[in-house]
């Protein structure tokens, strides 16, 4: 079993930047390809990005380019989510989890209790 936990989520102003950390336990983090969702009220969840097992590869949803950068420290664990140039639309709850294929926008086998962003204007 693998749990994830992430954190960093607060209220932060629309221009602003923030980053999420999510520390996986459980398993061979470095066996596992990390993938970052959001879910806004009353709306679907929607991949965000995802990166390699090792980190070399990264995919991110148009939506984000260019403002989202993942990254992860196998040695720590833990894989982040720097958020640059934050709108209000940005304002979700983030979820990170954990599949073992490089499938970054398919199913994924674990998730975390999601941390909650929220953007003012």
């Known amino acids: 079993q693998v749990q994830l936990v992430e954190s960093g989520g607060t209220l932060v102003q629309a221009g602003g930047s923030l980053r999420l950390s999510c520390a996986v336990s459980?398993?061979?983090?470095?066996?596992?390809?990390m993938g970052w969702f959001r879910q806004a009220p009353g709306k679907e969840r929607d991949f965000v990005g995802a990166?390699?097992?090792?980190?070399?590869?990264?995919e991110y949803a148009d939506s984000v380019k260019g403002r989202f950068t993942i990254s992860r420290d196998n040695a720590k664990n833990t894989v982040y989510l720097q958020m640059n140039s934050l709108k209000p639309d940005d304002t979700a709850v983030y979820y990170c989890?954990?599949?073992?294929?490089?499938?970054?926008?398919?199913?994924?086998?674990?998730w975390g209790q999601g941390t909650q962003v929220t953007v003012s204007s």
């Open positions: 990166i390699s097992r090792g980190g070399e590869r990264t």
């Open positions: 459980g398993r061979t983090f470095s066996n596992y390809v």
């Open positions: 989890a954990a599949r073992r294929d490089w499938v970054p926008q398919g199913l994924y086998d674990y």
